[in-house]
């Protein structure tokens, strides 16, 4: 049974039981409204280590002046029990006053030049966001291992760069992609689709299979693919998209050939939606 822990004082105080019996704990950080795909870093997990705890806060910090802090959904009593079904045995879900008693932190972490590119150039400071209350939460549970999900690719690359720059003492889990049936990548923000907008979102991923299908060619001719699958549905509005070296996360050029890393984002009626697909180009 999955037990609810609200402050830093007591999730500390189980992961160091857990310790002193040599069990390895493993963190999977969310701002809930859970679904399959965070499930699926739950099993990840349980996978890799034998307690599992499942941090649950929507992180102002992330959050623009515009976007949707305070429509986030929130439903802690259903997490809970989806993590109780999935094996978790902690649920850490810290009020905001407990990880941010001062409302922000004047200390941050700075994410670098790849944090203001993609999404951090449309969303300026997030990852700085992100990074900080990340790091915040590997500190106070001091895992061996850290779950994340590949959907929030330039996040899952950022985190690795922290962890990397900064000696943090952590694994890190990357856990693939969880897809509707209809192929949209699996998010919190999926909800707010209505049906018409829902199949118009059908649009992102056709557009990363329209660049995989043409990635034995060359980076112009598969991003034109992919913007084409967009361009054919009005509603969905393109917001970036660019072909990327995994290894570094800078874009490549024409004449590159290997593994890269495609990612779209583009906005359906009032949802943003990202997603992204390893190719092998030529």
């Known amino acids: 049974m999955t037990t609810t822990v609200p402050t830093i004082a007591e999730v500390r105080a189980a992961v160091a039981a857990a310790r002193a019996v040599g069990r390895r704990v493993a963190l999977v950080p969310t701002m809930g409204a859970l679904h ?150 699996m998010s919190s923000r999926n909800r707010y689709l209505g049906v018409e907008e829902r199949r118009l979102a059908r649009a992102v991923p056709a557009a990363l299979e329209a660049a995989e299908s043409s990635a034995d060619r060359d980076v112009d001719t598969m991003i034109t693919a992919a913007q084409s699958a967009l361009a054919g549905e009005d509603g969905a509005a393109l917001e970036y998209l660019a072909v990327v070296d995994p290894a570094t996360f800078a874009p490549v050029d024409d004449g590159y050939r290997g593994r890269a890393l495609v990612l779209v984002a583009a906005r359906v009626g009032g949802t943003r939606l990202i997603d992204n697909r390893f190719v092998h180009l030529g």
Do not use: C, W
């Open 36 to 185: 399959e795909g965070h499930l699926a870093l739950v099993a990840r997990a349980r996978e890799v280590a034998d307690v599992v705890v499942v941090s649950l806060f929507v992180n102002p910090l992330q959050f623009g002046p515009k976007e949707d802090f305070a429509r986030y959904p929130r439903d802690l009593d259903t997490d809970a029990a989806l993590l109780d079904s999935a094996g978790a045995d902690l649920l850490f879900a810290p009020a905001p006053t407990e990880l941010l008693p001062d409302g922000r932190t004047q200390v941050r972490v700075v994410a670098g030049p790849i944090g203001n590119t993609l999404e951090g150039r449309i969303r300026p400071g997030h990852f700085d966001g992100v990074l900080t209350i990340v790091l915040k939460l590997l500190h106070v549970v001091a895992p061996d291992v850290v779950v994340f999900g590949q959907k929030d690719a330039q996040q899952v690359f950022l985190v690795q760069r922290m962890v990397r720059d900064l000696d943090v003492p952590v694994a890190i889990e990357v856990v693939d992609t969880v897809r509707e049936q209809d192929g949209l990548a």
